[in-house]
C-alpha cells in the first residue's frame, strides 16, 4: 500500500508563487508516489476569516483550480473539501482534550500571526487550528505534509498529540513529517513578509502576462540603488530571490552585474516577468481546459470528498475503539 500525503491551503484567496514553490510543486511532484489528499481548508479559513463567509464561497473553486492548472491530476490525488468530513471536527474535539492551552500560545507561528493580525487577545478557534489540523492530518494517517516552513511547529504539534493519543489510548495514529518545499518562504513583492494571500504582496498563479508585468514592475528593489550604475544589494532584493527560484540557470550572472552596478532595475525586472510567464504558460493551459468545464470540476470535488469521507468514517471507528465509546 502507498503512503500518504495530506496537505491542503486555507480558503482565503486565490494561490500564489508561494504557494507554489512552498508545496504545491512537491504535491505534484509526489501525486504518483504517495496517495495524495489534498484539504480546501475552508473551516480552517473562519478561524481568521468568520466575518467574511462569502469570501470562502467565491474562493473555493478558483482554489480547486489552481491545484489543477499546477498539474494535479484529479485521478491520482483526492481533493476534498474540510467542513464536509464532520469526523475531522470530531476528531478536533478528542485531542483537544490533552493538548495544553500554553503549547498552543507558545506555538512559534501562532504567536508571529496573531502579532501579524493584531490580535490583543486571541480567538478560541484560531488558538486551536493546530489542533484542527493534526486531525486534518491524522484522519487520513497522512505520514508526509508537504508544507511551508511556517507550518513546521504544526506538524511537530501534531506529532505530539499522535504520541500522546496513541499512548493514552491505542497505538492507531502515525507521526508524520513535514516536507518544506525547496523554498521554504518565498518573500513577496514588497521585500519584507513572505509571499501571502492577506498581505496584498502576491504574483497569484491565474495572472495574465501583463498582470505579472506589472507587479513585478512594482516590486520593492534595494533602495539603495538609484541609478543603474550604483552598486547593488541583491541579497536584500525580492526580485533577485525570484531570479534564483524562477529562473532554470543565470541567477549567479544577475547577482554579479547588480552588484557591479552592470544591469538595472528595469532590466532584471524584465528577464524574470518572463521567466514566471514561461512558468506560467502550461499552467494557463490547463487552466482554462478545467474553467470551461464547471461541472467536471464540481465533480471532481465531490468524489474526492466521498472518498476521504469514508477514510474518515474508518479511522473514526478505530478511534472511537480505541477510546472505549464504540458503546453498541
Ligand atoms: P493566509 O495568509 O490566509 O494564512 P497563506 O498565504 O499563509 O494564507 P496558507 O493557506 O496558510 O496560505 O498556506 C498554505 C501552504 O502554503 C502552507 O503549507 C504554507 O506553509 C505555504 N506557504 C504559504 N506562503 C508561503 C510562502 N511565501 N513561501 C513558502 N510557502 C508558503
Ligand atoms: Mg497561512
Redesign the pocket.
Known amino acids: 500500500m502507498k503512503e500518504r500525503i495530506l496537505?491542503g491551503?486555507?480558503i482565503?484567496?486565490k494561490l500564489n508563487f508561494?504557494?507554489y514553490?512552498?508545496?504545491l510543486k512537491n504535491r505534484v511532484e509526489l501525486q504518483t508516489q504517495y496517495e495524495t489528499y489534498l484539504l480546501l481548508?475552508d473551516v480552517q479559513a473562519l478561524t481568521?476569516h468568520f466575518e467574511q463567509p462569502d469570501l470562502i464561497q467565491e474562493n473555493l473553486r478558483q482554489v480547486a483550480l489552481d491545484y489543477l492548472s499546477a498539474g494535479i491530476d484529479p485521478d491520482q490525488a483526492t481533493i476534498f473539501i474540510q467542513s464536509l468530513i464532520p469526523e475531522i471536527a470530531e476528531l478536533t474535539i478528542y485531542f483537544s482534550m490533552f493538548v495544553t492551552v500554553n503549547s498552543l500560545r507558545h506555538n512559534p507561528t501562532i504567536k508571529a500571526e496573531a502579532t501579524e493580525r493584531g490580535y490583543q487577545e486571541m480567538y478560541y478557534g484560531f488558538l486551536g487550528y493546530p489542533v484542527s489540523q493534526a486531525a486534518d492530518i491524522t484522519f487520513c494517517k497522512a505520514t508526509l505534509v508537504p508544507?511551508?516552513?511556517?507550518?513546521v511547529p504544526h506538524i511537530e504539534q501534531t506529532r505530539k498529540i499522535v504520541r500522546r493519543f496513541n499512548q493514552l489510548y491505542k497505538p492507531v495514529l502515525v507521526e508524520p513529517k513535514p516536507l518544506v518545499?525547496d523554498?521554504?518562504?518565498?518573500v513577496g513583492l514588497d521585500g519584507n513578509h513572505?509571499?501571502?494571500?492577506?498581505?496584498g504582496n502576491a504574483i497569484y498563479l491565474d495572472s495574465t502576462p501583463e498582470e505579472v508585468r506589472e507587479k513585478i514592475k512594482k516590486a520593492t528593489t534595494d533602495p539603495a540603488r538609484i541609478h543603474k550604475t550604483d552598486i547593488g544589494h541583491p541579497e536584500i532584493c525580492p526580485v533577485y530571490a525570484y531570479h534564483q527560484v524562477f529562473r532554470k540557470e543565470g541567477s549567479d550572472e544577475i547577482y554579479e552585474s547588480c552588484k557591479k552596478g552592470q544591469i538595472g532595475c528595469v532590466e532584471c525586472k524584465r528577464s524574470i516577468s518572463q521567466s514566471i510567464n514561461d512558468l506560467l504558460e502550461p499552467m494557463r493551459e490547463r487552466r482554462s481546459l478545467y474553467k470551461n468545464d464547471p461541472k467536471k470540476v464540481d465533480e471532481m470535488l465531490m468524489s474526492g470528498t466521498a472518498k476521504a469521507r469514508q477514510v474518515a468514517k474508518e479511522t473514526m471507528q478505530e478511534i472511537r475503539e480505541a477510546m472505549s465509546m464504540n458503546y453498541f
Open positions: 496537505t491551503d486555507r482565503t484567496g508561494g504557494h514553490v512552498g508545496s481548508a481568521t508544507v511551508g516552513e511556517d507550518q518545499g523554498v521554504p518562504r518565498l513572505k509571499m501571502s494571500k492577506s498581505l
